[in-house]
């Protein structure tokens, strides 16, 4: 019977297999790596059929996400800066405006006021105490702006402090002016002009400069939004071409027609570059439509209305100093000839073209009550002539004076809802782009993948 034992040979333990140069298995893979990493071996793969495609796959890849993302972070941007301009631009421009005419409407007041003498007419006084008060509180309203460390190096933010300082300073002086008139003294009107002077030289050009600032910044911003994305829309064209480039080499190659993938990544690009330039084509139009049928007529009606307060002025500050030399008469002159140019060619399909029609009459009998001041004081009839200036009649200056202020504040309301209303146009037509966008660029590098990994497949 043959033995169960195990032999001597059995219980040996087997040596581990020897690799052909005598290394251990480890070294067999560390080889491998090494071979496979050659830099010969690298390019030969990069020049071959399998390692063509993929770098080929990995730059549509590339492209496509790229433009997809660029077109959103675009889009974003300019969303952005059109929420920006809609509450925060806008906005601050309108207050300098307001700031601008009540001031000029202060200045009007009380000069207007002092003529009655004694006891001024209460309408008269509120409208002063009112426009103050309006002034005063557009610039509480921005005083958060000029905080913090910047706040030294901004200009708008200098403008408001000088005006806040000089304002009250311009207040004293009328309250003393109207102390002195009420108690008969006729030093009141030396203190009255020196009051106009400081809002004509000092209080006046700064809220104009402020003004002029923030409508500035309403055009630049309009301006920026009108010019065209260049760098995405180049971005698209540059995908759609290198798409089109690599379905043209896959033909010629590897005798393939059409790539499903790649075409339907080449129709993801061309709707998201039509999506671009159609959405982005129809925002500038709503932009340029609020700039030319909101910011300009806007700005041409705010013009006029601190033209016409300023002509107020001067007429009568003329009657306060008992003027001969001429100088309010040419400034009444000037302001009102360029008033009555920018209301006399205002266009007839702007915004609030029957508010400025209302106006153009309006104007037309101050002119005619001013003559007739001038008239009675050519005849030293001053009594006379500042009943013409300040009466409540019908064919007095103060109700044509007001009737052509109440048109212009209606114009330039209408002309402002109708800038803001294009503005939220423009941000509105742009609402799905961005995501859009994204969404677009994923799916165009999704079916670039699933075009190209059936070609690499045939090479296993």
């Known amino acids: 019977m043959a033995s169960s034992e195990p032999t001597t040979a059995e219980l040996r333990p087997s040596s581990a297999p020897e690799t052909a140069d005598g290394d251990e298995p480890g070294g067999l893979s560390v080889a491998v790596v090494r071979e496979r990493l050659d830099l010969a071996n690298l390019r030969s793969f990069a020049n071959s059929s399998p390692g063509r495609l993929i770098a080929l796959g990995l730059l549509l890849i590339g492209l496509c996400l790229a433009a997809g993302s660029m077109t959103a972070a675009t889009v974003g941007d300019r969303q952005q800066s059109l929420d920006v301009l809609l509450y925060d631009t806008e906005p601050d421009a309108h207050s300098a405006h307001r700031l601008y005419t009540s001031l000029s409407i202060a200045d009007a007041a009380a000069s207007t006021a002092f003529i009655a003498g004694g006891l001024e007419p209460q309408a008269v006084r509120d409208r002063y105490t009112q426009a103050l008060g309006e002034a005063a509180a557009e610039l509480v309203t921005r005083s958060d702006r000029d905080v913090g460390p910047n706040a030294a190096l901004d200009p708008d933010a200098r403008l408001r402090t000088g005006i806040v300082t000089g304002l009250p300073v311009y207040s004293g002086l009328v309250e003393t002016a109207r102390t002195n008139n009420r108690s008969g003294y006729p030093v009141g009107a030396a203190y009255l002009s020196e009051a106009s002077n400081q809002m004509q030289t000092t209080l006046l050009p700064m809220a104009e400069e402020l003004h002029n600032h923030r409508s500035a910044a309403v055009a630049d911003a309009q301006r920026n939004h009108v010019r065209p994305p260049w760098a995405a829309i180049g971005l698209l064209i ?223």
Do not use: C
């Open 238 to 460: 540059l995908t759609l071409g290198v798409l089109v480039w690599v379905q043209r080499d896959l033909a010629q190659r590897w005798r393939r027609v059409l790539n499903p993938g790649l075409l339907l990544a080449s129709v993801s690009m061309l709707i998201l570059l039509a999506w671009t330039v159609i959405a982005g084509s129809v925002s500038a139009t709503s932009m340029i439509s609020a700039r030319d049928d909101g910011a300009v007529p806007s700005s041409r009606l705010t013009e006029s209305r601190i033209l016409a307060q300023q002509a107020r002025a001067a007429e009568t500050l003329k009657l306060v100093r008992r003027d001969a030399t001429g100088d309010y008469d040419r400034t009444y002159d000037a302001d009102i000839e360029r008033l009555a140019d920018l209301i006399g060619n205002y266009p007839s399909s702007a915004p609030a073209a029957d508010e400025v029609r209302n106006a153009v009459p309006a104007l037309a009998r101050w002119r005619v009550a001013h003559q007739r001041m001038n008239d009675a004081l050519a005849k030293g009839d001053f009594n006379s002539a500042a009943v013409v200036a300040t009466g409540p009649g019908s064919a007095d200056a103060t109700v044509q004076v007001e009737a052509l202020d109440r048109s212009l504040e209606q114009g330039i309301a209408e002309t402002r809802d109708t800038l803001r209303s294009e503005i939220s146009q423009a941000a509105r037509v742009l609402d799905f782009l961005g995501a859009g966008a994204m969404v677009l660029g994923i799916l165009a590098a999704g079916y670039v993948g699933l075009g190209i990994w059936p070609r690499l497949r045939e090479y296993r």
